[in-house]
């Protein structure tokens, strides 16, 4: 059973960045397609970003692209979630999850959960 646990997230200004890491432990990370999905208040879960086993193939929700990049250390265990230029409509709190595949992670398709870390970003 693999664990996930995000940090990084925080009160930040619109315009502002913030990293997200989500840490695996109790398997390796390099076996699967990881990703981010946030959930604001009110709205349903959405997909975020993925990316694929190795690092090589990744995806972004159109609101985000050009604005967030994920990124991964498999030696470390660890993905992450730059997000820069930040604005009041990703408030949310952000989810980690493990897959099949980063395109499988786009699809929906997850095998774990993180328990999610709160960003908020302030006009």
């Known amino acids: 059973q693999v664990q996930l646990v995000e940090s990084g997230g925080g009160l930040v200004q619109a315009g502002g960045s913030l990293r997200l890491s989500c840490a695996g432990s109790?398997?390796?990370?390099?076996?699967?397609?990881m990703g981010w999905f946030r959930q604001a208040p009110g709205k349903e879960r959405e997909f975020v970003s993925a990316?694929?086993?190795?690092?090589?193939?990744?995806y972004y929700a159109g609101s985000v692209r050009g604005r967030f990049t994920i990124s991964r250390n498999n030696d470390k265990n660890t993905v992450y979630l730059q997000m820069n230029s930040l604005r009041p409509e990703d408030t949310a709190v952000y989810y980690c999850?493990?897959?099949?595949?980063?395109?499988?992670?786009?699809?929906?398709?997850?095998?774990?959960w993180g328990q999610g870390t709160q960003v908020t970003v302030s006009s």
């Open positions: 990316v694929s086993r190795n690092g090589g193939a990744t």
């Open positions: 109790g398997g390796t990370l390099n076996d699967y397609g």
């Open positions: 999850a493990a897959g099949d595949s980063g395109i499988n992670i786009r699809a929906g398709r997850t095998y774990y």
